[in-house]
């Protein structure tokens, strides 16, 4: 087998044709192959072309501390995984403490990006934090309860540089909680955090 030619897309996309030779010698069959070129770009391709094929071969994962919504309502730990391509989805899973509320939080859910690193819109469930509430008889006495519910954020995963795999999320939107017992039932929401993509 050998290679006779190939062609670099703008998609990312490589059409190397080759010419096999079947066992008597003497028939040739042409045929050919697609495939991405982010694992096998030589050093005469032009930067257009690299660069476009590094985000078309752009399926990752990554994992980080931070604090906010994704990271389990403050201070924790978030793992990602995004699909391959320009524009795509990420899944992501985080927990962590909530130091003022003194309670373990969790969250997880889908993003979607239509540009790079940059999702449009995050939406996912988890644990917020802890109240305090109670009152009968005009005696308030003290119970606590779990806060929970669905949050929407814009942001970004943005790595220092295209040869970097270190990066930072930043993200803002808001939280609406199911069960609160009182009237603030939409809280503002954030994300920020530093990531390692792998």
């Keep these: 087998v050998f290679e006779v030619s190939k062609i670099l897309y703008d998609d990312g996309k490589k059409q190397i044709f080759e ?4 066992g008597d010698g003497v028939n040739f069959d042409e045929y050919m192959v697609i495939k991405d ?34 990271y389990g309502g403050n201070a924790g730990l978030r793992f990602q995984a995004r699909t391959k391509g320009v524009v795509g989805f990420g899944l992501h ?24 690193g940059f999702y449009l819109i995050n939406t996912q469930f988890g644990i917020i934090g802890k109240e305090k509430y109670g009152k009968k008889d005009d005696v308030t006495y003290s119970k606590e309860r779990i806060l929970y519910g669905p949050s ?12 970097n795999n270190v990066g930072l999320n930043i993200a803002v939107g808001a939280t609406y ?21 792998f």
Excluded: C, H, Q
């Excluded at 770009?41 to 072309?49: C, F, L, P, Y």
């Excluded at 899973?93 to 790079?116: D, H, L, R, W």
């Excluded at 929407?152 to 040869?163: C, I, Q, R, S, Y």
């Excluded at 603030?184 to 990531?195: W, Y």
């Design 19 to 22: 010419i096999v030779m079947d």
């Design 37 to 70: 070129v982010y694992d096998d770009i030589e050093e005469n391709d032009d930067k257009e072309t690299i660069e476009t094929s590094r985000f078309a071969a752009a399926t990752y994962f990554m994992l980080g501390p931070g604090i906010g919504a994704s």
């Design 93 to 116: 899973a985080g927990g962590g403490y909530n130091a003022g509320a003194e309670v373990v939080g969790a969250s997880a859910g889908i993003k979607f990006y239509p540009f790079k």
């Design 152 to 163: 929407a954020l814009t942001g970004v995963d943005w790595t220092f540089g295209d040869e």
């Design 177 to 197: 909680v199911m069960n609160t017992e009182y009237d603030n039932d939409i809280i503002t929401a954030f994300d920020l955090g530093v990531f390692v993509k």
